[in-house]
């Protein structure tokens, strides 16, 4: 009994010896300037994703957007190549000038994994043209040599082909629209030095128009063999070749030239086809087969239906295509004032009745980002 009472007296004894010490050694608090609590929340916030060090280094902090962000831009292609393969056919185009594109892009706000890494939503339209057709001439060269000497005597031969690929102007002309969407997975802090890389997979509706050249000895012997016939039988052989090619696409392809195409015979269809071609600039055929073709042909026809039957010697393209595969690589940089650059590499890559297409696009963009 006396045991707990001393324990009591000797606990309440050192209660009271710590607690004065105590406040002793804590300074006594005082009220800070409304001031300087600011800038201490403002240095120290842990919602800012730069850190301090970056901050004390003056490394400027760039706007994000809350939501989305809208960024139209100008483009320019150093590399852009459309590239059509099958049934036995292939053909590859590129553009004759590099001319600045217009684009129009929206991209959602970061998603981040963590300081350096995160995904974006992405989406990208533009309008590409494709002018120039390249042709693939194959040359097969042979030599042989022999040599003898005093201790020995021999032959030998060799045999070697060369194939040279030529950029020609076969008067062919695509346009191609495309949108994308596409989750890019990024890696960079643009809220500390504005540089981002990125990598992204996704979908895109592709529109597509023009004509291409197969140089097909097939078709070539078809088209030859209509024009000997009457006009009817003409139009008629051109309008079969067209639609055999698998390229036309009835369904979901530009109603005017299908329903023009369909009835091509009728009325004056043909020169309806020429002065529709005419407005989405399709030029005259240039080829040497094309003139030869249709020299003869010069009193029984005028000019717009002569533009539409130059044009008709190749293979027409009139498809639409939804949710195909297409890809994105790409580098940005910060801001210059109110632009910011970007270098890409991307494309769609699909196939279309019996055909692989593959568009690639190496280009530099400035845009204006909106944020909001």
């Not at 963590?114 to 030599?143: C, I, M, P, W, Y």
């Not at 030529?166 to 949108?179: I, P, Q, R, S, W």
């Amino acid at each position: 009994m006396k045991r707990n009472i001393r324990t009591k007296y000797y606990f309440i004894l050192l209660i009271s010896i710590l607690f004065p010490i105590s406040n002793f050694a804590s300074p006594a608090k005082a009220d800070l300037d409304e001031d300087v609590l600011k800038e201490i929340r403002d240095h120290y916030d842990s919602g800012q994703k730069a850190n301090k060090f970056d901050r004390d280094l003056g490394v400027p902090k760039s706007p994000k957007a809350r939501f989305f962000s809208i960024q139209p831009g100008g483009s320019y292609d150093f590399i852009s190549d459309l590239d059509i393969s099958g049934r036995g056919k292939s053909a590859a185009m590129t553009t004759e000038s590099q001319q600045p594109n217009f684009f129009f892009d929206i991209r959602s706000k970061d998603l981040k994994i963590n300081e350096a890494f995160g995904v974006q939503l992405l989406f990208h339209s533009a309008r590409k043209e494709f002018d120039k057709q390249s042709t693939s001439n194959s040359t097969s060269n042979s030599s042989s040599s022999s040599d003898s000497s005093s201790s020995s005597s021999g032959s030998s031969s060799s045999g070697e082909s060369n194939k040279n690929t030529a950029t020609a102007d076969l008067g062919t002309n695509v346009k191609v629209d495309y949108n994308y969407i596409i989750p890019t997975f990024y890696w960079g802090n643009p809220e500390v030095d504005g540089f981002r890389m990125g990598v992204g997979f996704g979908l895109a509706d592709i529109k597509m128009r023009g004509n291409i050249d197969f140089r097909d000895p097939g078709e070539t012997i078809g088209k030859m063999y209509g024009a000997m016939g009457d006009r009817d039988t003409f139009l008629n052989t051109l309008s079969f070749i067209q639609l055999s090619s698998g390229l036309v696409d009835l369904r979901r392809g530009d109603p005017i030239f299908n329903y023009l195409l369909l009835n091509l015979s009728q009325g004056n269809n043909l020169e309806l086809m020429g002065a529709y071609l005419a407005s989405q600039g399709t030029h005259f055929s240039t080829d040497l087969l094309s003139l030869l073709v249709y020299t003869n042909l010069q009193d029984k026809y005028n000019a717009l239906e002569l533009l539409a039957l130059t044009a008709l010697t190749r293979t027409g393209i009139n498809a639409k295509d939804k949710q195909v595969f297409a890809y994105m690589i790409y580098v940005e940089t910060p801001k210059f004032g109110f632009v910011k650059a970007r270098l890409s590499w991307h494309g769609p890559l699909f196939k279309d009745s019996g055909y692989t297409i593959h568009m690639s696009t190496l280009e530099l963009a400035l845009m204006v980002p909106i944020d909001f």
